[in-house]
């Protein structure tokens, strides 16, 4: 069986057929993470760490991100919902699930699964900033730099994606796909067209 095949081969049946190709596999994502987790904790040697997740694509990034991480850190979520077509964001954004602590004179880092246009975040950046905080940087699993219409300070990248729709690894279509451990894309014919 080839690699490709083979990676296919562990998705979950239900979903496999639908799934073109895998395009960065679990254990891709696992080293990236634990290169990730080290940068951070010498970055902030000597300091408390407040991971904010954006919901729900990050579940799965803040998860095995938090369990690497040696500096101690919390963890909060914020859900936001931005008005726009499935596969599009507008930029207009509304806060459905809002921070549970104050961040304060904290440090706050921003756990993204992916950074499209780039309006999301820059909306979220700007409202978290007036709330005072010691500092705010970004992680995000993915960047995908050619579709980016604001210019945002990503301190920690994982993967570039080309333009490309991708799911899993806590990304999602229509809610589904977001359990699967590796990121794919799909083939036209799951998008229902
Ligand atoms: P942005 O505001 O355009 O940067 O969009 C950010 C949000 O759009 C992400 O947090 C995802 O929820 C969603 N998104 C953008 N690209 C993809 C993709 O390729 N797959 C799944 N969701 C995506």
Do not use: W
Request: aromatic share 6%; no cysteine.
């Amino acid at each position: 069986m080839s690699e490709s095949a083979e990676m296919l081969e562990r998705l979950p049946a239900a979903y496999r057929s639908q799934v073109e190709e895998v395009l960065i596999s679990r254990e891709r994502i696992a080293e990236k993470l634990d290169e990730l987790a080290g940068a951070i904790d010498r970055d902030y040697a000597g300091e408390e760490l407040l991971l904010v997740g954006v919901l729900k694509g990050a579940i799965f990034v803040v998860a095995d991100l938090h369990r690497r991480l040696g500096v101690p850190s919390s963890v909060d979520f914020m859900a936001v919902s931005s008005y726009g077509s499935a596969t599009t964001s507008s930029g207009v954004v509304r806060i459905l699930k809002d921070l549970d602590a104050e961040i304060e004179d904290r440090h706050v880092l921003v756990v993204e699964d992916i950074v499209d246009s780039g309006l999301t975040l820059d909306y979220l950046l700007k409202n978290l900033r007036s709330r005072r905080p010691a500092s705010v940087e970004v992680l995000s699993l993915l960047t995908k730099p050619s579709r980016r219409e604001v210019d945002l300070p990503i301190r920690y990248v994982g993967f570039e994606v080309p333009d490309v729709f991708v799911v899993g690894y806590g990304l999602d279509f229509a809610e589904h796909y977001r359990g699967l451990s590796d990121i794919v894309t799909l083939k036209p014919e799951a998008y229902g067209g």
